[in-house]
Protein backbone atom coordinates (compact mmCIF):
# COMPACT_ATOMS: atom_id res chain seq x y z
CA UNK A 1 0.00 0.00 0.00
CA UNK A 2 1.06 3.47 -0.77
CA UNK A 3 -0.19 6.89 0.02
CA UNK A 4 0.82 9.77 -1.79
CA UNK A 5 0.49 13.28 -0.70
CA UNK A 6 1.60 16.20 -2.84
CA UNK A 7 2.49 20.12 -2.21
CA UNK A 8 3.96 22.76 -3.69
CA UNK A 9 0.84 24.13 -5.98
CA UNK A 10 -0.22 27.83 -6.23
CA UNK A 11 -0.89 30.75 -8.17
CA UNK A 12 2.27 32.00 -10.55
CA UNK A 13 2.25 34.53 -13.62
CA UNK A 14 3.32 32.85 -16.86
CA UNK A 15 6.79 32.58 -17.41
CA UNK A 16 7.43 31.86 -13.82
CA UNK A 17 8.42 28.69 -11.98
CA UNK A 18 6.83 26.18 -9.72
CA UNK A 19 8.07 22.49 -7.78
CA UNK A 20 5.63 20.19 -6.58
CA UNK A 21 6.45 17.17 -4.52
CA UNK A 22 4.98 14.19 -3.57
CA UNK A 23 5.49 12.40 -0.37
CA UNK A 24 5.46 8.65 -0.72
CA UNK A 25 4.75 5.86 2.38
CA UNK A 26 5.68 2.27 2.26
CA UNK A 27 8.85 0.34 2.70
CA UNK A 28 9.58 -0.10 -1.45
CA UNK A 29 9.07 3.34 -3.00
CA UNK A 30 11.82 3.01 -5.12
CA UNK A 31 10.47 -0.02 -6.54
CA UNK A 32 7.23 2.09 -7.88
CA UNK A 33 7.08 3.67 -11.41
CA UNK A 34 6.25 7.27 -10.61
CA UNK A 35 3.81 9.76 -13.02
CA UNK A 36 2.84 13.45 -12.62
CA UNK A 37 -0.13 13.92 -14.54
CA UNK A 38 -3.05 16.87 -14.43
CA UNK A 39 -6.41 17.71 -15.53
CA UNK A 40 -7.78 20.94 -16.33
CA UNK A 41 -11.57 22.14 -16.13
CA UNK A 42 -13.50 20.35 -18.72
CA UNK A 43 -10.55 17.93 -19.74
CA UNK A 44 -9.58 14.53 -19.54
CA UNK A 45 -6.30 14.17 -16.96
CA UNK A 46 -3.62 13.99 -18.91
CA UNK A 47 0.18 12.65 -18.72
CA UNK A 48 2.75 15.35 -17.50
CA UNK A 49 6.15 13.25 -16.63
CA UNK A 50 7.22 10.11 -15.23
CA UNK A 51 10.37 9.00 -13.56
CA UNK A 52 11.81 4.75 -13.06
CA UNK A 53 12.69 3.73 -9.75
CA UNK A 54 16.53 4.06 -9.84
CA UNK A 55 15.71 8.04 -11.26
CA UNK A 56 17.78 7.40 -14.45
CA UNK A 57 14.49 6.93 -16.78
CA UNK A 58 12.34 9.45 -17.21
CA UNK A 59 9.88 10.45 -19.99
CA UNK A 60 7.87 13.98 -20.75
CA UNK A 61 4.80 14.71 -22.86
CA UNK A 62 5.72 16.46 -25.54
CA UNK A 63 3.83 19.59 -24.35
CA UNK A 64 6.30 19.91 -21.34
CA UNK A 65 9.50 18.85 -22.80
CA UNK A 66 12.40 20.75 -21.93
CA UNK A 67 10.35 22.83 -19.39
CA UNK A 68 9.36 20.55 -16.75
CA UNK A 69 11.90 18.45 -15.01
CA UNK A 70 10.82 15.13 -12.98
CA UNK A 71 13.61 13.82 -10.14
CA UNK A 72 12.72 11.10 -7.42
CA UNK A 73 14.55 11.03 -3.71
CA UNK A 74 14.53 7.14 -2.65
CA UNK A 75 15.72 8.49 0.64
CA UNK A 76 13.52 10.35 1.34
CA UNK A 77 10.40 8.72 -0.42
CA UNK A 78 9.23 11.89 -2.70
CA UNK A 79 9.42 12.92 -6.13
CA UNK A 80 9.61 15.82 -7.60
CA UNK A 81 8.13 17.86 -10.40
CA UNK A 82 10.03 21.27 -10.92
CA UNK A 83 8.32 23.62 -13.98
CA UNK A 84 9.57 26.44 -15.15
CA UNK A 85 8.08 29.14 -18.23
CA UNK A 86 4.99 28.23 -17.08
CA UNK A 87 2.24 28.94 -19.23
CA UNK A 88 -1.36 29.42 -18.84
CA UNK A 89 -2.25 26.28 -20.25
CA UNK A 90 -0.47 24.59 -17.64
CA UNK A 91 -2.94 25.65 -15.49
CA UNK A 92 -4.50 22.17 -14.00
CA UNK A 93 -5.02 19.62 -10.68
CA UNK A 94 -1.63 18.32 -10.57
CA UNK A 95 -1.91 14.15 -9.36
CA UNK A 96 1.24 12.30 -8.67
CA UNK A 97 0.89 8.53 -9.28
CA UNK A 98 2.22 5.19 -8.76
CA UNK A 99 2.58 2.01 -9.92
CA UNK A 100 4.60 -1.04 -9.37
CA UNK A 101 8.01 -1.42 -11.35
CA UNK A 102 6.21 -0.93 -14.96
CA UNK A 103 6.94 1.89 -17.24
CA UNK A 104 4.14 3.49 -18.31
CA UNK A 105 2.34 6.62 -19.26
CA UNK A 106 -1.31 5.08 -19.09
CA UNK A 107 -2.91 6.90 -15.87
CA UNK A 108 -5.38 3.71 -15.98
CA UNK A 109 -2.24 1.72 -15.63
CA UNK A 110 -1.23 3.64 -12.29
CA UNK A 111 -2.71 2.08 -8.71
CA UNK A 112 -1.98 4.90 -6.15
CA UNK A 113 -3.09 8.22 -6.54
CA UNK A 114 -2.24 11.55 -4.29
CA UNK A 115 -5.43 14.10 -3.93
CA UNK A 116 -4.09 16.50 -5.92
CA UNK A 117 -2.36 20.01 -6.08
CA UNK A 118 -3.99 22.96 -8.20
CA UNK A 119 -1.84 25.04 -9.89
CA UNK A 120 -2.97 28.31 -11.89
CA UNK A 121 -0.69 30.34 -14.12
CA UNK A 122 -2.09 33.98 -14.80
CA UNK A 123 -1.01 35.67 -18.34
Known amino acids: QVQLVESGGGLVQAGGSLRLSCAASGRTFSNYYMGWFRQAPGKERAFVAAIGGSGSSTSYAASVKGRFTISRDNIEKTVYLQMNSLKPEDTAVYYC????????????????WGQGTQVTVSS
Open 97 to 112: AARWAVPSTRGVDYDY
